[in-house]
């Protein structure tokens, strides 16, 4: 199971009580979701109060999430994020640990078990906090567009949350860009329309397993970029001080497709007239402060139209494709930059007197506005480094390590590559830490192997008969 954290307390706990929700356990109190359609992916995110009417001790409940976000093995789910906080008054939160169980119920939701840190008593209540986010959700309507066709896209979700437990009250708030919904679910005077936000509710009493359907469709004149993979190699070398960036990219405009051929006069013709499209014309990539030498280059070679703005706070790469991506289209480029190191690293001694590096660098960072279907990140670490530990705040990852052999490398260096499926451009702000030492004979063994193959080229070349064998010999002393 991908997204349970399978901790060994929970473990225990799930053999023991083996019992599925009782919907007289909890009450749901003024339940806030909202939907985000304003992204490439949809973003939901409810806030509630649960309340402990139970008089058995629980020390968890129950939440659901539709079955249709998983395939059947599990390698492509939409699913992209899954999260439950509990808010204390303060406001500051604290994530609470969950399971998805793999059985799927009659209405095709499968439950999700949240283990409460500390239980709540007969009559006392807690803020919860849920957020989702789920790609491939959105479909373009209609499939094939003309090039200045605007684009809409429809969203399938329901108006209360399918919830193991009576709701005392609900709202759900259903955002899109930039214009009102042209299309969307009514009933007498529900929603409320205001600006680009439908509110619909709020109910009152709702059953638990309670849902009802509703289709809100929008025009959407913004490109839906899917990343079908991410390669990120980062180089760390300590004799130039320098951390190398370099990101490969296939990603595909999921959006509408193109009805007619493509039409460059049209196109300029748009152009001029800065109108919105879902073509996708550039993109802005933010990168961290203290970056030199960006480059973009994509199967021809270097994509001259491609504008860096180095402000010192935020740099920011303006990548613009040699053609427009139409949906459907795809596109692949190669990004990378230098650093330096000493912006990512932090060295210490321990109680044996050896140095330890601490790496940390951001596990994805860029692109706005996108999905991730596969990321890889790769860690290339300076030769002979020995690893003490890999940590990513992102913790769906699996991890790989190897020894990968570069020019005139005696030893070989330790390259760490982590694994991730469906991650959205939120989770940029997830961090990748390597701890590392770099034992001291190590740092001797390139300089004793440029010298071995220094003495065997001047051997070389003695027998060749080319120079005088004095020189040779006070070289090489
Ligand atoms: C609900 O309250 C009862 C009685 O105080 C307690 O035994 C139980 O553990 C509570 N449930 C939760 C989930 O905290
Ligand atoms: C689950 O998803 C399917 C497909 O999007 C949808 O038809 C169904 O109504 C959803 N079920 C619930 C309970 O939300
Ligand atoms: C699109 O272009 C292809 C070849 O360039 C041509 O065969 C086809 O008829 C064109 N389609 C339309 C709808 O113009
Ligand atoms: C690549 O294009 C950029 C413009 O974005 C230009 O500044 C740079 O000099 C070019 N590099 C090469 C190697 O041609
Ligand atoms: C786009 O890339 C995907 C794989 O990422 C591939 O399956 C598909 O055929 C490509 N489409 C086109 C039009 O080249």
Redesign the pocket.
């Known amino acids: 199971m991908r997204f349970s954290i399978v901790a060994s307390a929970l473990l225990a706990y799930a053999a023991t009580v083996l019992s599925a929700p009782s919907p007289s356990d909890f009450k749901v109190v003024n339940m806030l979701r909202t939907v985000d359609l304003m992204k490439a992916y949809v973003r939901d995110s409810s806030s509630f109060i649960l309340e402990n009417t139970s008089s058995e001790p629980k020390s968890s409940f129950y939440l659901a999430v539709n079955s249709s976000y998983f395939d059947d093995d599990e390698t492509t789910p939409k699913l992209a994020m899954y999260e439950v906080k509990l808010k204390a008054d303060d406001a500051s939160t604290t994530p609470l640990e969950f399971e998805i169980a793999p059985e799927v119920n009659e209405d095709g939701m499968r439950l999700v078990e949240v283990a409460l840190k500390t239980p709540l008593e007969v009559g006392s209540s807690q803020t919860i906090q849920l957020v989702t986010a789920v790609v491939r959700e959105l479909s373009p309507i209609p499939k094939k567009i003309k090039q200045s066709e605007p684009q809409n896209l429809m969203w399938e979700g329901t108006k209360v949350s399918y919830m193991p437990y009576p709701i005392v009250k609900q709202r759900t708030k259903v955002k899109t860009a930039d214009r009102p919904p042209n299309a969307y679910s009514k009933h007498i005077d529900d929603p409320l329309v205001e600006g680009t936000t439908l509110t619909y509710g709020p109910y009152n009493d709702v059953e638990p397993y309670a849902y009802d359907p509703i289709l809100v469709k929008y025009e959407y004149n913004i490109p839906v970029i899917e990343v079908s993979k991410l390669e990120r190699e980062l180089w760390v070398s300590h004799t130039g001080g320098n951390l190398a960036t370099e990101e490969r990219y296939w990603l595909k405009n999921a959006g509408a497709e193109l009805k007619d051929n493509f039409s460059r006069i049209r196109w300029q013709a748009s152009t001029m007239a800065r109108e919105r499209t879902p073509a996708l014309r550039s993109a802005s990539v933010h990168l961290r402060p203290g970056v030199r030498d960006v480059?973009?280059t994509d199967e021809i070679g270097?994509?001259?139209t491609?504008?860096?703005r180095d402000d010192p706070r935020s740099p920011i790469m303006e990548i613009r494709p040699r053609y427009p991506i139409f949906g459907g289209w795809n596109y692949s480029f190669t990004l990378g930059w230098n650093h330096d190191l000493g912006r990512s690293l932090r060295s210490l001694v321990d109680s044996e007197g050896e140095t330890v590096y601490v790496l940390r660098v951001p596990l994805i960072e860029g692109l706005m506005n996108v999905y991730y279907n596969e990321v890889e990140v790769s860690v290339v670490l300076p030769e002979a480094a020995e690893i003490l530990s890999v940590e990513s705040t992102y913790t769906d990852v699996t991890e790989e390590r190897s020894l990968l052999f570069s020019h005139l490398d005696a030893v070989g260096r330790t390259v760490v590559k982590l694994k991730a499926k469906n991650m959205i451009d939120e989770q940029k702000r997830s961090e990748l830490y390597v701890t590392y030492t770099l034992p001291s004979n190590g740092q001797y063994a390139k300089p004793m192997l440029v010298a071995t193959a220094l003495i065997t080229v001047f051997f070389a070349v003695i027998v060749l008969g080319r120079i005088d064998i004095s020189i040779g010999k006070t070289k090489t002393a």
């Open positions: 480059y973009f270097n994509v001259s491609s504008n860096f």
